[in-house]
């Protein structure tokens, strides 16, 4: 017993635990990786789907041929080849045979082996197999001595190391896997772009990668869809890795009778679960998430895919499109990884070393099956050449077999006396009588030259590179003519990023603000067109210390610059603005903007881009006037950025967008008016002061500002309803800083100037009054008069109700157009 003992104490070694958990780790990691989790380069499979199409092989599974249930297939697989159990075969075997998994399937299944909508298979037990034509074209030749085969897993028997595969499996049905510390994500190709690039590199090895996409443009999935843009493509097939965007095929169908539109999704993105995408979007319509949809259903059958999404009459199908792209799997990104394992290490390969690695794969396989053959050709060669020699020498033959006493005995005669070889003398003994017919010995003779000839030919193919490179390249050429096809999934431009605005249908927006600060937007078609000295509308419910302060109209795509009036600059897009009713008085602006105290925003302007050679031409109540780049305001921060550097006791009032080449036209609380030229305000920075625009009284201030681009009218209007429109040519062009001209006269009957603008006969105006009354002018219907003059009556004012703003809108409403429409009519009868 001690003995024993110090024997096994003797055997015991003493290791560092770290080491070996660093050595037992990266051991176990490497099996994983090239025993299991990741494909080979040169037949794009997985040791499991090897050893599925190995016995496939050997149970004679051919297509064509008899089916056999997948229980005994992967009982087969697990019993001679792959050692981790039946259960983890099977899920390989049927995704070889799911047509939406694989773009060229390799297993033809029986039964339920699946479905897009995300159904499991049923039990191996229920469905059956074989072989597809396409998984024949991977073990083409295996019997050649094409590849090598090692023992399995017991020593058993054995199975091949790779498949001869006689066309790029790795890119074109792609593959998946997770190993320790790595991952592989390759997708689907198409068949014969694939094969026009091993074609290309084969004529030109030197082909680079820019060269190759011309001839695989991209990847093509089985389920179809669009690849959205070749950015994300290039970059994989460059460096192996990249991102693309792939998105579910939709049109839009318009019901004839009854006009409803629908939205109908014919092809989905690879991967995605078409139940769980429809469930997703019928989530999102409860929770209102996505509005616009009337009815969602499958009507999918055996011939194709078909989702159709009813719209509801007043939706827009592209807004409603764009929403299902951003918040359902319609839209994904698939993340290319392009890892296989190479001489048994795991690599990221760019397109060039795959095509480069698989091509090397079978000119090895061309050349050991040639070797093969000649092998075998000169084998037989060799037995003819035997017989040849006894058909020639006929009679000593058959006398001396004749005569021998034994088998043993004729053989040695036959090496003795005629130079053979034991090989052919035993193909001798072993020929039959019939051999010897005169037909039969031509048979021999013909095989014997046929033989001559081929073993020639197998020599020139093996000690010539390039007729190895032109077999190849039939052969490729002949799996393209029989198995290609056109792509399934369709490349489009370029998709960015969805903005806001993809979900935003654009139209024109009535922005209105009070004097207290709220805000709130209206579609324009809210509000109708009235005659001059009309009662108006209400356009938005106030307090009774509060009135409506201003008016804007602009789209819903417009970026919305916010200049306060202490000089700074705040942006929003009018669509984050609140849509309020007509009478809501909206939302407070301190809510929206992180304004200051006692700020207040004295001018909105709508910008669509921020483009060179276009400014932003800012005034001050105090008469200072400053013009600076647009390019200035492209970035503007969350709590804003300085416009313009405010004096003391001023306050910025204007601002207007212009492209540096009109003239500047200021009116004044006390009826003056100056006139000149832009380009005697030279451009500034943002934070500066301006310069003086116009040189004014103590009791005056600067009401309003325009930037003149063309010959119209100056329409000003008084605080007690009254104004009148003035020709542009009344007013001489001065130097910047003067007093200015009168433009209208102020009195008791008119108040005070509340603002001037440029307007033109095809103009409407909408005035708005500090109770929130808003009129709808026609620019046309009021009076064109000289300068020195106090105007006409505008609108109908309540008791000590005044004039707060006035806005130049820029479109009729069609009940106008229908109103001008019947006039000329009338004008033409009379």
Request: aromatic letters at 4%.
């Amino acid at each position: 017993m001690e003995n024993n003992y110090l024997n096994q104490k003797e055997r015991i070694l003493t290791v560092d635990i770290e080491d070996e958990m660093k050595k037992s780790f990266l051991d176990y990691s490497m099996s994983v990786i090239i025993s299991r989790a990741l494909p080979d380069v040169r037949d794009g499979l997985k040791p499991v789907h090897r050893r599925i199409l190995a016995t496939l092989d050997d149970l004679s599974l051919y297509p064509g041929k008899h089916y056999r249930k997948c229980a005994k297939i992967c009982g087969d697989v697990s019993g001679n080849y792959h050692p981790h159990g039946e259960g983890v075969v099977y899920p390989s075997l049927v995704r070889l045979a799911q047509d939406f998994s694989m773009r060229y399937t390799l297993v033809e299944g029986q039964g339920n082996f699946g479905s897009v909508d995300g159904d499991p298979p049923a039990a191996m037990r229920y469905t059956e197999a074989r072989m597809t034509r396409m998984g024949e074209e991977l073990l083409r030749d295996i019997d050649s001595e094409t590849v090598d085969f090692i023992p399995n897993y017991d020593g058993s028997r054995t199975e091949p190391v790779v498949l001869p595969a006689a066309f790029p499996s790795l890119l074109v049905n792609g593959g998946s896997g997770i190993a320790v510390g790595m991952a592989t994500n390759i997708p689907p190709h198409n068949l014969s772009e694939s094969i026009d690039a091993l074609v290309a590199m084969i004529d030109n090895p030197d082909m680079e990668i820019p060269d190759l996409v011309k001839k695989i443009p991209g990847p093509d999935f089985p389920t179809g869809g669009y690849i959205c843009g070749r950015e994300g493509i290039l970059q994989a097939y460059s460096t192996g890795r990249g991102s693309i965007t792939l998105r579910a095929k939709a049109m839009v169908e318009k019901e004839k009778r009854t006009e409803k539109q629908s939205i109908v999704i014919t092809q989905i993105p690879y991967q995605v679960n078409k139940s769980s995408m429809i469930e997703k979007i019928a989530n999102l319509v409860r929770d209102k998430k996505i509005e616009g949809i009337s009815d969602l259903r499958d009507e999918s059958d055996r011939d194709g895919m078909r989702i159709v999404i009813e719209l509801k009459r007043d939706s827009v199908p592209e807004v409603v499109l764009n929403l299902l792209f951003k918040h359902t799997t319609m839209q994904i990104n698939f993340n290319v990884i392009l890892l296989a394992i190479v001489n048994n290490q795991p690599k990221i390969l760019n397109l060039k070393e795959i095509l480069r690695h698989y091509l090397d794969h079978r000119v090895e396989v061309v050349t050991r099956r040639c070797l093969y053959e000649l092998r075998k050709a000169e084998e037989r060669k060799h037995i003819l050449d035997g017989l040849k020699i006894a058909l020639d020498n006929l009679d000593e033959v058959i006398e001396l077999i004749r005569s021998a006493a034994s088998p043993p005995e004729a053989k040695k005669g036959l090496i003795d006396n005629f130079g053979l070889t034991e090989i052919q003398a035993q193909a001798i003994l072993e020929m039959r009588l019939q051999r010897l017919t005169g037909l039969e010995r031509q048979k021999i003779i013909d095989e014997l030259e046929q033989l001559v000839i081929r073993i020639k030919e197998l020599k020139d193919i093996l000690s010539d590179e390039a007729k190895i490179y032109a077999i190849i390249k039939e052969e490729l050429l002949a799996i393209q003519s029989k198995y290609g096809d056109e792509r399934h999934t369709e490349i489009i431009g370029r998709v960015d990023d969805l903005s806001i605005e993809d979900l935003i249908v654009e139209e024109d927006m009535v922005v209105t603000v009070s004097h207290r600060g709220y805000i709130k937007r209206n579609p324009l078609s809210l509000y109708r067109s009235q005659r001059r000295g009309g009662k108006g509308r209400t356009g938005m419910v106030t307090r009774d210390e509060d009135f409506v302060a201003d008016l804007f109209v602009a789209s819903t795509h417009d970026n919305l610059l916010f200049f306060s009036n202490m000089g700074k600059v705040y942006r929003l897009k009018v669509h984050e603005l609140p849509q309020a009713g007509r009478a809501a008085k909206g939302k407070a602006m301190v809510n929206l903007l992180p304004l200051e105290k006692n700020e207040t925003i004295s001018e909105l302007l709508a910008v669509r881009d921020f483009e060179p050679g276009w400014f932003i031409v800012m005034a001050t109540s105090k008469g200072v006037i400053k013009k600076t780049d647009l390019l200035a305001f492209k970035n503007i921060r969350a709590n804003g950025i300085i416009a313009i550097n405010i004096d003391e006791n001023d306050q910025l009032i204007n601002a207007r967008l212009t492209n540096g080449e009109g003239e500047v036209f200021l009116s004044s609380a006390n009826g003056k008016s100056i006139r000149f030229k832009e380009s005697e305000v030279r451009s500034m920075g943002r934070a500066t002061r301006g310069v003086k625009g116009m040189d004014l009284d103590k009791d005056d201030h600067v009401v309003g500002m325009e930037v003149l681009s063309e010959e119209n009218t100056i329409l000003s209007v008084a605080q007690f309803g009254y104004g009148k429109r003035t020709p542009l040519d009344a007013y001489r062009i001065q130097s910047r800083g003067g007093k200015g001209v009168i433009t209208i006269r102020t009195s008791e009957r008119n108040g005070k100037v509340i603002g001037a603008m440029q307007v033109h006969d095809d103009d409407q105006a909408m005035i708005i009054t500090d109770s929130g009354k808003i009129i709808r002018l026609m620019v046309k219907d009021i009076s064109v008069i000289g300068r020195v003059t106090q105007g006409v009556k505008l609108i109908g004012l309540a008791e000590g109700e005044q004039i707060a703003s006035i806005v130049k809108l820029g479109e009729k409403d069609e009940d106008e157009e229908e109103n001008d429409d019947e006039n000329e009519t009338v004008e033409k009868e009379e």
